[in-house]
């Protein structure tokens, strides 16, 4: 099965370096012009279905990058990681935001201020690549559209992962495709 992955386009969020996690923000004109890249990019690429997150910003990407192409079934498996009392908060790194929590670090697996655990989120992924081999033939072609750190999560959950593993690396651009066999 082939799986390609797109985080959704900018948001004034993005721009502020504003903690979004499951906060439902808009895209902005980049981020309409990210998808659409995305779009056109993907543009000779047949999908057999789409899945996307339920919150507008990737909603919205996935809209524009599938047209009337493909079926889009909207999962809340792929809403993005909850960051809790973070979210809202402004800074350029997310130790800046955290106050020097590394709410990424699967030892410490920080849950406290309502924080999705890095093994909840790690779990929700799995479920969610359980159900896309469930629903879905061998060679099929699946988009799927949600957000950084639950496509990270998705990520390590195909190439593998330890308690050592680096949670914030890769970093995708908003806009960036990523493709996947499973």
Known sequence: MK?????????DWNLEHRAQGSVD????????LQAEE??????????DICYASPLRRAKKTAEIIVGDKCPIIY???LVERCFGDFEGLVGETWD????GIDIF???LDYGGRSVESMSAVLKRARRFLELVKKENPDAARVLVVAHGA????LHFNIVGYDENTDFLNPRLKNGEVMEYEI
């Open 75 to 77: 999962n809340r498996l």
């Open 96 to 99: 800046a935001i955290t106050g």
């Open 150 to 153: 639950l496509l990270r999560a």
């Open 38 to 47: 995305a779009r056109d990019k993907l543009a000779g690429m047949q999908f």
């Open 3 to 11: 799986l390609f992955v797109v985080r959704h386009g900018q948001t």
């Open 25 to 32: 923000i808009p895209l902005n004109a980049t981020g309409i």
């Open 105 to 107: 670090d699967l030892k």
